[in-house]
Nanobody, 122 residues
Framework: QVQLVESGGGLVQAGGSLKLSCVAS????????VGWFRQAPGQEREFVAS????????DYTDSVKGRFTISRDNVESVVYLQMNSLKPEDTAVYYC???????????????WGQGTQVTVSS
């Protein structure tokens, strides 16, 4: 069992920035790919970004490329999502997840945190 805790969400104006954190309870987390997903009201959960265990590989959904950056610190067992140039359409609950696999692809069948709310005002 891997417990994940997200933090760093909040209310920000369009064009602003936020940095989300995902902390794991198990240092084995450092060996797995990790992903960020988001879910807006009335919509399905969607992929945002993912990172390989060593940070060498990253992947992003097209709508956030050039604005969001995923990174990790395996000493602290933390994965970050730096979000710049935020838009109202980025408003959602953001979740981190891992399915304890290598590579950079993360499925939706693994462990999830409780989520952190990001609200971007226009």
């Amino acid at each position: 069992q891997v417990q994940l805790v997200e933090s760093g969400g909040g209310l920000v104006q369009a064009g602003g920035s936020l940095k989300l954190s995902c902390v794991a309870s198990d240092h084995a987390f450092d060996s797995y790919a990790v992903g960020w997903f988001r879910q807006a009201p009335g919509q399905e959960r969607e992929f945002v970004a993912s990172i390989s265990w060593d940070g060498a590989l990253t992947d992003y959904t097209d709508s956030v490329k050039g604005r969001f950056t995923i990174s990790r610190d395996n000493v602290e067992s933390v994965v970050y999502l730096q979000m710049n140039s935020l838009k109202p359409e980025d408003t959602a609950v953001y979740y981190c997840t891992t399915d304890r696999r290598s590579g950079v692809t993360v499925s939706t069948h693994g462990f999830w945190g409780q989520g952190t709310q990001v609200t971007v005002s226009s």
